[in-house]
């Protein structure tokens, strides 16, 4: 999949900003995209451990969840790797000088967008 996404990337213009919104360490995307291209909004601790499981597109993973022996605890050790996952994408961005914004329940989607249009400068 990497190698089709590397395409992907290379196809787009070189003048236009670019959100990338998976998992995927900026190491991997660094050699084909400057990184004042880019931004990396990631998620707080709390609302993975709150929503992860729970969201609309990733009902299918909860229901397979539910067949396990034990789903809380499933449930619980997805989330540590969720949030842990989170927190090295989020230093690894810092550490490559990546803008970074948290999402929070306290910043609104009109916020985001308005950080990430002032980062571009739009």
Do not use: W
């Amino acid at each position: 999949m990497m190698e089709f996404f590397v395409i992907d990337l290379l196809k787009m213009p070189t003048d236009t900003p670019i959100i990338i919104d998976l998992g995927i360490m900026p190491e991997q995307i660094l050699p084909f995209i400057p990184r004042e291209r880019m931004i990396c909004l990631y998620t707080s601790d709390e609302e993975i451990e709150r929503l992860y499981f729970f969201r609309e597109d990733h009902k299918m993973i909860l229901d397979v969840i539910k067949l396990t022996d034990n789903p809380a605890e499933t449930i619980k050790n997805g989330n540590k790797n969720m949030v842990k996952f989170s927190r090295d994408l989020r230093n690894a961005c810092v550490k490559n000088g990546i803008k970074t914004i948290e999402r929070t329940p306290s910043l609104s989607v009109e916020e985001q967008y308005r950080l990430v249009r002032e980062h571009f400068g739009l």
